[in-house]
């Protein structure tokens, strides 16, 4: 067992697992090791498998695929009836139940299948388990009921998933509006109606964009995400950025919009210029920008 957390409404539990089987020639003694992490999820009240997906299937694939920075999928889900977890000589293990609980694994998406993703962040960097069970259930809340504050959520693991063929004008306006949605709710500039206040907020609170580009990078910056935004629309080219600089401003946008998240989850400023560096897209980033901002 790796994790425990309980909630109020729900208990996690991650374990790994080590499979083993014999090669075809049993004689040569050799077998085949592999490693599997399971996520268990145990809700404290019988609930639909919609909800479990919803309040804690989601949540925490979205968590994986931040901290790995890839997108990780449902490999597969086991489903354990009720029943079976409270059988007794007068109920049976086969009595069909109303509801179920469910496991659910977890896998990030990686070119080698042999090898794992290297994570920008752990449970340790979350300040051990007890810290990090805080930051979760807050994290979890987001999802609750469909809240207004999961579109920054929506916008980030959208564009994730969405294939290299959409349009880069369709990934920078989501992307640049989950900053705008997390700006409003709980930004620096929350309430105010300027979208230049909340974009500068959220430039400016991340002392790293000023290590990926050249001098005075943060108010060109604002003044290009602004203008294509506005393009994007409204239609209005008068302050559209050329087009060599739509890929790092995308990848800025990302990054600022990762930033949120990784706010959200209790990171500091410190902290997440850290994560951000870690990056090997920001290496990339520091490169491009100082090509197109020079």
């Given at each position: 067992?790796?994790?425990?957390?309980?909630?109020?409404?729900?208990?996690?539990?991650?374990?790994?697992?080590f499979?083993?089987?014999y090669?075809?020639?049993?004689a040569?003694?050799?077998?085949?090791?592999?490693?599997?992490?399971?996520?268990?999820?145990?809700?404290?009240?019988?609930?639909?498998?919609?909800?479990?997906?919803?309040?804690?299937?989601?949540?925490?694939?979205?968590?994986?695929?931040?901290?790995?920075?890839?997108?990780?999928?449902?490999?597969?889900?086991?489903?354990?009836?009720i029943?079976?977890?409270?059988?007794?000589?007068?109920?049976?293990?086969?009595?069909?139940?109303?509801?179920?609980?469910?496991?659910?694994?977890?896998?990030?998406?990686?070119?080698?299948?042999?090898s794992?993703?290297?994570?920008?962040?752990?449970?340790?960097?979350?300040?051990?388990?007890?810290?990090?069970?805080?930051?979760?259930?807050?994290?979890?809340?987001?999802?609750?009921?469909?809240?207004?504050?999961?579109?920054?959520?929506?916008?980030?693991?959208?564009?994730?998933?969405?294939?290299?063929?959409?349009?880069?004008?369709?990934?920078?306006?989501?992307?640049?509006?989950?900053?705008?949605?997390?700006?409003?709710?709980?930004?620096?500039?929350?309430?105010?109606?300027?979208?230049?206040?909340?974009?500068?907020?959220i430039?400016?609170?991340?002392?790293?964009?000023?290590?990926?580009?050249p001098?005075?990078?943060?108010?060109?910056?604002?003044?290009?995400?602004?203008?294509?935004?506005?393009?994007?629309?409204?239609?209005?080219?008068?302050?559209?950025?050329?087009?060599?600089?739509?890929?790092?401003?995308?990848?800025?946008?990302?990054?600022?919009?990762?930033?949120?998240?990784?706010?959200?989850?209790?990171?500091?400023?410190?902290?997440?210029?850290?994560?951000?560096?870690?990056?090997?897209?920001?290496?990339?980033?520091?490169?491009?920008?100082?090509?197109?901002?020079?």
């Amino acid at each position: 067992t790796l994790f425990r957390m309980k909630l109020s409404n729900a208990f996690f539990e991650v374990h790994s697992h080590f499979f083993g089987r014999y090669d075809h020639d049993y004689a040569s003694g050799r077998m085949k090791a592999s490693r599997r992490t399971v996520l268990e999820i145990k809700s404290s009240q019988p609930c639909s498998f919609d909800d479990i997906m919803r309040l804690f299937g989601r949540p925490v694939q979205d968590l994986l695929s931040l901290a790995a920075d890839k997108p990780a999928t449902i490999r597969s889900i086991l489903l354990r009836p009720i029943s079976a977890t409270t059988a007794t000589p007068n109920a049976p293990r086969n009595e069909p139940p109303n509801e179920v609980h469910a496991y659910a694994a977890f896998r990030g998406y990686t070119p080698e299948p042999q090898s794992s993703p290297q994570l920008l962040f752990t449970l340790n960097d979350m300040g051990g388990e007890d810290e990090a069970t805080k930051r979760i259930t807050g994290w979890l809340r987001f999802y609750e009921n469909d809240r207004h504050e999961a579109w920054p959520l929506l916008a980030y693991f959208g564009v994730k998933y969405m294939p290299m063929r959409t349009p880069i004008e369709l990934r920078f306006f989501l992307l640049i509006s989950g900053i705008e949605a997390w700006s409003r709710t709980r930004g620096k500039s929350r309430g105010r109606q300027c979208l230049r206040s909340r974009i500068k907020d959220i430039v400016t609170s991340n002392p790293w964009v000023e290590d990926a580009g050249p001098p005075q990078l943060q108010s060109k910056a604002i003044d290009d995400l602004i203008g294509w935004r506005n393009y994007v629309a409204h239609g209005d080219g008068k302050k559209r950025p050329c087009r060599s600089k739509y890929a790092p401003l995308l990848k800025l946008t990302q990054l600022l919009l990762r930033a949120c998240l990784l706010s959200d989850l209790g990171f500091s400023e410190c902290e997440i210029a850290n994560i951000t560096k870690k990056d090997g897209w920001f290496r990339w980033l520091q490169e491009r920008l100082s090509d197109v901002y020079a």
